[in-house]
């Protein structure tokens, strides 16, 4: 039941920050979406470092593996998976009117909702890997790191289903549908933690490399979208103050808490 709970933190933060839809009239000002962009992202690098490279690390070395070795392998692998998903999958980014990856005659909304959906995947896998570890003897991970992981994520969805959410609304999307939308971008996480559970429990000597790929993957939608989004145009360093923040408040939750 704990797993399950954890899983679903992330899910309903993105829910909670869908629902800005019905309370707020306007779309976010430039200024609140750079820096909500930075927060999320200061938010993952953190989590990459702290919840997933460092004890892939240590976990490597306790089952007696090249410390490094796997946490290398396994964020490379997880760089490439983002990287193929990214080239195949048709999406459309905040604020971009040319689509990515295969051509297709999807709307516009339905393939900003893909380019959430994208990069929730990492993150769900992420939770699911961290609390893989936990539940696993000698692995150095504890359920209080996974919580801290899934917390400190649930966080930054929370602007992020706000951000997909009222843009779809300026679209001229009904607000309950547009928020439904915001909702459903999320669900892929709670998923994809579960299907990692399911894998990472069958393969234990696996858990340092799945933790490596989900901070590579992580990794990746910080640098292909939620950086250059916060930093494009005027007031980027509103968007760098946002990834400080986020990154101060994930490296503290997960020190007090794992």
């Known amino acids: 039941m704990s797993e399950f709970i954890t899983l679903f933190i992330p899910f309903a933060g993105t829910t909670l920050g869908a629902a800005c839809v019905f309370f707020m009239k306007n779309g976010l000002n430039e200024k609140l979406e750079k820096i909500l962009l930075g927060f999320a992202a200061g938010v993952m690098i953190a989590a990459s470092v702290w919840s997933l490279l460092i004890p892939s690390i240590d976990m490597a070395v306790e089952q007696g593996?090249?410390?490094?070795?796997?946490?290398?392998?396994?964020?490379?692998?997880?760089?490439?998976?983002?990287?193929?998903?990214?080239?195949?999958?048709?999406?459309?980014?905040?604020?971009?009117?040319?689509?990515?990856?295969?051509?297709?005659?999807?709307?516009?909304?339905?393939?900003?909702?893909?380019?959430?959906?994208?990069?929730?995947?990492?993150?769900?896998?992420?939770?699911?890997v961290a609390f893989a570890g936990a539940v696993a003897q000698n692995c150095g991970m504890t359920a209080a790191g996974a919580l801290a992981l899934s917390i400190g994520i649930a966080i930054q969805n929370f602007p992020e289903g706000a951000i997909i959410s009222l843009p779809l609304c300026s679209e001229g999307m009904s607000k309950k549908r547009a928020f439904l939308s915001g909702m459903l971008s999320g669900i892929v996480e709670p998923l994809g933690g579960f299907i990692t559970i399911l894998l990472a429990a069958q393969i234990t000597p696996l858990l340092p490399y799945l933790l490596a790929f989900a901070a590579g993957a992580m990794m990746y939608v910080v640098i292909e979208e939620l950086i250059p989004e916060s930093q494009n145009g005027a007031h980027s360093n509103i968007g760098t103050i946002g990834a400080a923040v986020g990154f101060a408040l994930m490296m503290v939750l997960d020190v007090a808490l794992g």
Do not use: Q, R, Y
Request: hydrophobic fraction near 50%; charge should be positive; glycine fraction near 10%.
């Open 65 to 128: 593996k090249i410390g490094w070795m796997p946490a290398l392998v396994g964020f490379l692998l997880g760089i490439v998976f983002l990287l193929s998903l990214d080239t195949v999958i048709p999406h459309l980014h905040l604020n971009s009117d040319k689509p990515e990856g295969m051509k297709t005659k999807l709307s516009k909304t339905t393939m900003m909702l893909f380019a959430v959906t994208l990069h929730n995947i990492p993150e769900g896998m992420a939770v699911g």
